[in-house]
């Protein structure tokens, strides 16, 4: 095999090259549909994060192993940064997050073959006030008491980084 190197003013951050039998063959910017380049992650993850509708999140049990899961889009999202679910009470997912808060959100769009990852924290919250934040019109089926519903309660994520990829690449990012 041979090696190609790139040339020192591709940043490792924003370009990519790929090496297909051996040689370089090309490199690319992750842009948008438009042809804009996004090196800004949180524009990326976030039309990434929108334009879903299945997210997956992850839990670790009491015996450090990883759990992930299938959840609906989330409710709301505030940047990157924090990311609201509505999700039953006595589940295992709850239970491993009042155990131990460690916590991801992936989101993918595979026809497009991107992806994002963010690590960070989950709390579980129960308090009237973010369970009305996030109640919608047809909750009532799946909680039939309502906003006190018991088996009702809104998961906050909080991220701390990141990784994307998109584009035959991908990078790591610090969210803040």
């Known amino acids: 095999m ?3 190197a790139p ?3 591709w940043s490792k951050h ?3 090259y790929v090496i297909y039998t051996g040689c370089l063959l090309a490199y690319a910017d992750i842009k948008n549909e438009d042809g804009v380049i996004m090196n800004n992650a949180e524009d990326f993850v976030g039309k990434l994060f929108d334009g879903q509708n299945l997210s997956f999140i992850g839990s670790v049990d009491e015996n450090g192993f990883p759990h992930i899961r299938a959840m609906l ?3 709301k999202r505030e940047g990157i940064k924090t990311i609201w679910f509505s999700t039953n009470t006595p589940t295992n997912k709850v ?3 009042l155990a131990n808060n460690k ?3 992936y989101f993918c769009d595979p026809a497009a073959f991107q992806g994002a990852l963010l690590i960070g924290t989950m709390e579980v919250l129960e308090t009237p006030e ?3 934040m996030l109640w919608q019109t047809g909750d009532e089926l799946y909680y039939p008491g309502g906003i006190t519903d018991p088996d009702y309660c809104v998961l906050r ?3 701390a980084s990141g990784r994307r990829y998109g584009n035959f690449q991908s990078d790591d990012f610090d969210v803040v």
């Open 2 to 4: 041979m090696y190609c």
């Open 7 to 9: 040339p020192a003013s």
């Open 14 to 16: 924003t370009k990519k």
């Open 73 to 75: 889009r989330p409710r």
């Open 95 to 97: 239970r491993h997050f």
């Open 103 to 105: 916590a991801c959100v």
């Open 130 to 132: 973010y369970k009305e």
């Open 157 to 159: 994520f909080t991220a």
